[in-house]
């Protein structure tokens, strides 16, 4: 038989009493959290306090099942990185060795960077003298153990290149132009023996020239032959002497004093300069007209091409 659908207490004052009391209980808190939470809705400080307490009450059980889960965490990570350490450690070295490639690669690029803002450094201070270069290229090779010292630029006739041009880096005088072809010239550098360039010393002007010697260095002949004043360290330039190189183009610096003169270091390495600039004839671009351009067999570096005998003086200059 199915039971009655009303529950009765019974008789029992007791039990009566009990369950009217419950529900008046379950009424006032209901009421009670109906009004807190109408409070709370219209002043949402009211509990800080309260809600503080409450987080300062939980927050050690909160702390404690952090560090379990946080436990459990490392056990496992430390269990799967004992099986896949093999596999991990190979992929970290693939990385480690491609990371140093790309630093490589970053520092060989920064250094380009670094010549290229040289080149356009020594661009800008050209125009700001009123002297417009011809036009910038690339050092494609050099000879470094011949006897003869050529080298070839990535521009020819069709940037505007012609025989005769000064040819230098941002740290000084590479040579001239010797031969021109359509999009490549070939470039006398000063370390060859007919290459002669007139000099003088920076700090005081003492005229000179250098001449290519073979092993790339150069020899300093004074003109003013006498006692020696050269010293180790002195720092050569372009004198503009003979209307072809542009002159405080740096040149040289000495390295050992001899006797009439003194043996000279390079101050621009050709197999160091990768990048390069050509200039105009320096008495062209001041203004000479080119037909009368003073430009002499020692300026050119080149021997004279008459047959005829060369006087004694004139002989111990191209000496």
Do not use: C
């Not at 009990?18 to 109906?34: I, K, S």
């Not at 050690?60 to 965490?73: D, K, N, T, Y």
């Not at 390295?255 to 197999?271: C, E, K, N, Q, Y």
């Amino acid at each position: 038989m199915a039971p009655p659908n009303t529950r009765r207490t019974g008789f029992s004052k007791r039990a009566q009493y009990g369950t009217f009391f419950g529900y008046l209980a379950a009424m006032a808190g209901v009421l009670v959290g109906a009004a807190v939470l109408l409070f709370s809705i219209l002043n949402k400080d009211a509990f800080t306090g309260v809600r503080g307490m409450a987080s300062d009450v939980v927050a050690p059980a909160g702390m404690a099942v952090s560090a379990g889960r946080e436990g459990v965490h490392d056990v496992g990570t430390t269990i799967y990185g004992w099986f896949t350490w093999g596999s991990t450690n190979a992929r970290m070295k693939r990385e480690l060795e491609l990371a140093r490639v790309r630093l490589i690669e970053a520092r060989a690029i920064e250094e380009e960077n670094g010549r290229l803002k040289a080149l356009l450094a020594m661009r800008q201070d050209m125009t700001a003298k009123g002297l417009q270069p011809v036009t910038s290229a690339r050092l494609i090779n050099s000879t470094a153990s011949s006897m003869r010292r050529f080298a070839t630029i990535s521009a020819g006739r069709d940037k505007g290149v012609v025989t005769g041009m000064p040819v230098r880096s941002p740290l000084g005088l590479i040579g001239r132009v010797l031969e021109t072809g359509e999009h490549t010239a070939r470039v006398l550098l000063i370390t060859d023996p007919e290459s002669v360039v007139p000099v003088r010393r920076a700090n005081d002007g003492l005229a000179a020239f250098v001449q290519g010697h073979g092993d790339g260095t150069l020899l300093v002949r004074l003109i003013s032959l006498g006692i020696n004043p050269l010293k180790p360290g002195d720092v050569f330039v372009t004198s503009g002497s003979g209307g072809l190189y542009h002159p405080n183009t740096a040149v040289a610096a000495v390295m050992r004093v001899t006797r009439d003169g003194a043996v000279a270091r390079v101050l621009s390495d050709p197999s160091t300069s990768e990048f390069v600039m050509v200039e105009p004839v320096f008495a062209v671009a001041a203004g000479m007209p080119q037909a009368l351009v003073p430009v002499s067999d020692a300026a050119l570096g080149t021997a004279p091409k008459t047959k005829a005998k060369p006087k004694p003086d004139q002989r111990e200059a191209t000496d």
